[in-house]
T-cell receptor, first 113, second 115 residues
Framework: QKEVEQNSGPLSVPEGAIASLNCTYS??????FFWYRQYSGKSPELIMS????GDKEDGRFTAQLNKASQYVSLLIRDSQPSDSATYLC?????????????FGKGTLLTVNP | EPEVTQTPSHQVTQMGQEVILRCVPI?????FYWYRQILGQKVEFLVS????????KSEIFDDQFSVERPDGSNFTLKIRSTKLEDSAMYFC?????????????FGPGTRLTVT
């Protein structure tokens, strides 16, 4: 079982719609969860972090975490063409102090004007 | 806004040569990381560094790899004898570490091409 799984997409949504990106993880004791955006040929850019069950909102972005289901999602409201990118889910496992991140392969999002 | 910087942006080297990739983490951050991403694949952890020593390394980080913080600002990744399969984007990241700050911020990356 892969440690962090994401649907590779592509996920295509019209401009102004809500994009929903999903991620599941295998290690039940994972503690911290992050969403990064990566444009083609560029580095990961942190969008959201979430540590507790429930929703966390930041502007047009909402991260949702359900530790019982080992599931984390990212909603992008009012999607814009500039949101077209690959979205990476990253997980920090428990234990230790180095906090390395384990990434999924990413979901390619295309927002059509 | 403070950011992680990396040099060079692109490095081409011949197989068997040594390369040094350089990073300047965000100035008040305490934890430093190297990740790599082979084209079309996921971002993979290589090594974490804290208090002037390696705190964890992955299976990828074998004896050909080393890291160093030679001064108060730079953080380097050295590959002693490059292989074709080392061709990838290498990202440096840093984390504050104080007050439970877990977020890691990535630099723009160095594209390493081994020929």
């Amino acid at each position: 079982q892969k440690e962090v799984e994401q649907n590779s997409g592509p996920l295509s949504v019209p401009e102004g719609a809500i994009a929903s990106l999903n991620c599941t993880y295998s290690d039940r004791v994972s503690q911290s969860f992050f969403w990064y955006r990566q444009y083609s040929g560029k580095s990961p850019e942190l969008i959201m972090s979430i540590y507790s069950n429930g929703d966390k909102e930041d502007g047009r972005f909402t991260a949702q975490l359900n530790k019982a289901s080992q599931y984390v999602s990212l909603l992008i409201r009012d999607s814009q063409p500039s949101d077209s990118a690959t979205y990476l889910c990253a997980v920090r496992k428990s234990g230790g102090s180095n906090y390395k991140l384990t990434f999924g392969k990413g979901t390619l999002l295309t927002v059509n004007p | 806004e403070p950011e992680v910087t990396q040099t060079p942006s692109h490095q081409v080297t011949q197989m068997g040569q040594e390369v040094i990739l350089r990073c300047v983490p965000i100035s008040n951050h305490l934890y430093f990381y190297w990740y790599r991403q082979i084209l079309g694949q996921k971002v993979e952890f290589l090594v974490s560094f804290y208090n002037n020593e390696i705190s964890e390394k992955s299976e990828i980080f074998d004896d050909q790899f080393s890291v160093e913080r030679p001064d108060g600002s730079n953080f380097t990744l050295k590959i002693r004898s490059t292989k074709l399969e080392d061709s990838a984007m290498y990202f440096c990241a840093s984390r504050a570490g104080q007050g439970g700050a877990y977020e890691q911020y990535f630099g723009p990356g160095t594209r390493l091409t081994v020929t």
